[in-house]
């Protein structure tokens, strides 16, 4: 390119960002111009006002006073690991059902906070269509919380444990 | 009335099902794989219960999953909407067994109409008019000449055991007979390891019809009248509209009395719709049933004024057709559905993606049933259809004006629609005199690549 | 037909025009002020002109401005739409003498119906329910005590020059009538410089019930039934509703012959409103007329059928009513509307700006009217009204289910909007019981503050 | 590659970065440039597309073939100043009417290019319902380019005239 080209497409860029342009086509052929603007980084008027709007509050299984009030919190669409968190592995329901802390009503609690459980030792049941599937740890270490409680509907994908991994 | 009422589907039908939940106070939960978060039906349901990962088979097709969610959110019924698990007679009995109701007719009902000989069986004694042919398989050519007398030329010999064109001929003179049984069989043994074929009458340059059906679970059926779905491409219908130019208001009223009483033998319940193809002499041959609603439902309901999906809730509720419906039934006007689908309008390859741009056309006689919105997301892993654009008017040219005016006004941004093509074909002189069969689309797509 | 037609407005009447012309084959020609440069009503019209400046009066309602445009795109009609020019007789006026049809009522009926005592009279002499009064202006006392005693008690005394309240007194009981006629007589004196009284009864509580017509230009006239619009704000209509509950067939029947008869012998022509208020006993009084479609014409539309924007172009282009209307009028479920402005949703104050986000209900029986869209502008110049929204159920309870659930998906962001007003509306017991006059928005708002 | 040409490039290079252009195609064939620049922050999709897709192609008068097909390219929503209006004044039309260059039919143009115009001077007519109006121009200078012809249509705040002020 010569020096005077440079110098041309300097001034266009410089052009170019003085209007805030993020994309730019020519095409001398027939004269084609194609312009493509910058989304305000401020203001951005854009629709991320809609998707927040209308996507991102999930009405999680039981928004409202019900027998499945408490599930929403635990939800996985919930805020983004805490400082808490860190460092911690969640296990998650792989399926719908109702949780169950104990392998039967009265008995003792398969795991409690502080227990340490070994990769494959059952922690839970999960009771999806009168079947009582057995939930085993994906991991071995501490249990820090249990994050539902007995009896609770449970959506797939949601948290059960907290572990810190050994 | 039921309380509380899960929908077994995503998308538009989903939406659709929950606002006429919502409309009869009915409390709605919304049911979604991962991929689906964002969605509209699960923004706009009481509650929302993640199912399973993205695959349909995980999530939409899981019945276990489905199930749970229906006994943890402790609903009365479940509505499949269409798809997915509506004609899943397994599903409806775990329904059933489970103590839900499931919105739509029962298992033993969908299982019959479900399978294509016994269906057609089915509605040969309930005397309606069927596709001649032969009664089950054929074995020699003498046996198939007989036959192709009988049926009259053209036939089409079909494997038994066959599907997608593979062991299929079309025979149109006596001539051609031995010669295409014998090259039908070898082709259905060599794909299908079955080399048994059944026959019936070819029809030409067909019209694809159906009539919709409402019937109660006391034994009242009604007809709603036809629709004409001839426009479609590779048995995906494409654009359709109500009431067809085709059927004579003689011929309506035939048919209305032959389905009354046909769907009550066979004890048919809730919704329905009845295919049929139409030959040249606008006789109609019965070729399958769809035992749900519709993708098409809302033509039906514009010319009607009947809510088709609050009738399958009251139906489903054990009300009476006379509390439901309107004493007299009678067509008003006319209607136009386009599906707007995620896909290239010539190339016909899904457009999975984020939408950036979402505009959609209003006013007088324009309704719009989708759940995208700006900035929504087309996942890949279901179907293309992404807002269905349907137009009421006086009368047909009325509805096609409405329709080219609005799918002008109707902007999609970030991915590729099928809107292009639309206003292509509304554009196409035949479809606009209603000079069409179901090779239209063939045909248009033909001329458009030479052109 | 015409050939082509300008449509002298902005907004969503300016589209919906628009919509109607494209549908009919005519070719469209928008207006446009500076501020309105990315309205849809200029991006959707097959040609669009600048007229002036955002301010309205060098704009929209600059009559050179408008009928120059009209000349150098060479149109046919003009259609006025609601507010701006739409009642005004010199701009009919100055169209017929530009050789430009006027779709409305011709200039000389606008200028009768638009003073109000002219317009009164016409009335009466049609033998129209009015309001009963003094004839003219009241001099003296015993003249007020005299009419009120004709009248009935309570009566209100009005300024002849006034407006706004002020020179205006109710008189509940003929003690009070001496002091409240001075009262009176002194703010109107001091206020318009004319003390000059005239007296009307008073009705308490009254509904807001206007009846829709169409005449054509060959003397015919038909009544599309009544629209109930008590819910207003300071004489600005909120929700409008057709049917209305208080009026029984009987009454409609009767008013239907009173407003033929009285719109023929004025020489009314194309559509219009004539504007009742209804006391506790269910009569009707002629308040004002409305020469021009209205806002809410669009409830009549749902429940009849009819396009009554097509219609006004068909009367403007000389059909009768006969061609235009089906055989048989009759009601069809229930519609209401509501008002889409941009405005705080309590303390009433314009919202102008930038939306951000736009999603606008669909499905069954909903209709949006808007010119607005996601990145769209509310210019700060012209009245808050950026969309109607419309539904159509079989029944009040079906629409007021309707309605609630539209409500709920209709969401604007960037401008404040009076969305929550009317959730908050549809809750309120006594408008779902259908018990409202037109002092609901008052007491509705004053127990909204309290609370 | 020469030296020079990689000296060059390695100019462009450093260039194009400096200002945040993401991608950058040239084509000298017949013209064709393309550029992207970066994306501000997180690319927020945004309903800038939207706006794009509705508002900012308005369908000036007479888009389609027509008597007055003429006026959408010197609307004033056209881009924005190329390089040879820099530093010219526009006369833009203050009303809607018809454009006539000369006082009546067949006689000598107001002003024709390369004139020296006062303020205040009469430029031309604008005709607007059956009234001649005539259009004084609002600066001093030279006329540079006439934008419309004789019997145009022509929208509010149209350019007329270009003028080079004195």
């Known amino acids: ?166 | 009335m039921f309380r509380k009422v899960l929908v077994a589907n995503r998308g538009e039908i989903a939406l659709r099902v929950l606002n006429a939940c919502r409309e009869m106070g009915i409390r709605t939960v919304a049911v979604y794989s991962e991929a689906d978060r964002n969605s509209l039906h699960v923004r706009f349901a009481d509650e929302a219960i993640c199912i399973g990962p993205p695959r349909l088979a995980d999530s939409y097709l899981n019945v276990p999953a489905v199930i749970s969610a229906a006994e943890i959110a402790d609903v009365d019924a479940i509505h499949p909407g269409y798809g997915l698990l509506s004609e899943n007679a397994n599903f409806a009995e775990v329904c059933r067994a489970s103590n839900i109701k499931f919105v739509g007719p029962p298992p033993e009902v969908t299982r019959l109409m479900g399978e294509k000989e016994k269906a057609r069986q089915a509605m040969k004694r309930a005397k309606a008019p069927i596709l001649p042919g032969s009664e089950g398989v054929i074995s020699t050519i003498e046996d198939a000449e007989e036959t192709a007398e009988k049926v009259g030329y053209p036939v089409i010999l079909k494997a038994k055991a066959g599907g997608g064109g593979r062991g299929m001929r079309v025979v149109r003179e006596r001539e051609e007979l031995p010669k295409l049984f014998h090259a039908a069989h070898a082709e259905a043994a060599n794909a299908f390891g079955n080399g048994e074929l059944y026959m019936e009458k070819y029809i030409e340059q067909p019209r694809h019809i159906e009539f919709q059906v409402l019937a109660d679970e006391h034994g009242n059926v009604v007809t709603l009248f036809e629709r004409e779905c001839s426009i479609q491409r590779r048995h995906q219908k494409l654009i359709e509209e109500s009431p067809s130019l085709q059927v004579t208001p003689k011929l309506r009223e035939e048919m209305s009395h032959t389905l009354c009483r046909s769907m009550a033998e066979i004890g048919y319940q809730n919704a329905g719709t009845v295919e049929f193809l139409m030959d040249a002499n606008h006789h109609l041959y019965f070729i399958e049933m769809n035992t749900r609603i519709q993708v098409e439902h809302p033509v039906t309901e514009a010319i009607t004024g009947v809510d088709l999906v609050k009738a399958q809730l009251r139906i489903a509720d054990g009300e009476r057709l006379e509390e439901i419906l309107p004493r007299k039934l009678e067509i008003r006007g006319h209607a136009i559905e386009c599906r707007i689908n995620a896909e290239h309008p010539r190339k016909f390859t899904p457009s999975a993606g984020q939408i950036t741009a979402f505009h959609v056309p209003g006013g007088n006689g324009v309704r719009v049933d989708t759940a995208q919105y700006a900035e929504g997301v087309v996942p890949p892993y279901y179907d293309s259809l992404i807002a269905k654009l349907i137009v009421h008017g006086v009368d047909r040219a009325e509805a096609i004006a409405k329709m080219e005016c609005a799918l002008n006004q109707f902007i999609v941004r970030g991915v590729d629609t099928s809107i292009p093509l639309h206003q292509a074909i509304f554009q196409d002189e035949e479809f606009r005199a209603g000079k069409f069969d179901t090779g239209f689309m063939e045909r248009f797509l033909a001329e458009r690549t030479e052109a």
């Open chain 1, 1 to 166: 390119m010569k020096p005077q080209d440079i110098e041309e497409l300097r001034q266009l860029i410089e052009f170019l960002k003085a209007h805030q342009v993020a994309e730019f086509d020519l095409d001398r052929g027939d004269v084609k111009i194609r312009l493509k603007f910058q989304e305000a980084a401020h203001s951005s008027p854009g629709l991320a006002d809609l998707a927040r709007a209308l996507g991102s509050v999930p009405t999680a299984l039981g928004q409202a006073p019900s027998a499945t009030a408490s599930a929403a919190a635990a939800s996985p669409t919930a805020v983004p690991a805490e400082d808490l968190d860190a460092g911690l592995h969640f296990v998650q329901s792989p399926m719908v059902g109702t949780f169950y802390a104990s392998p039967s009503p009265g008995a003792a609690s398969f795991v409690s906070s502080g227990d340490y459980v070994e990769k494959g030792q059952v922690i839970c049941i999960i009771e999806a269509m009168k079947l009582m599937n057995e939930i085993e740890s994906d991991t071995a270490g501490e249990i820090v919380r249990c994050l539902v409680t007995n009896g609770q509907p449970i959506e797939f994908g949601q948290r059960l444990f907290a572990i810190r991994p050994a």
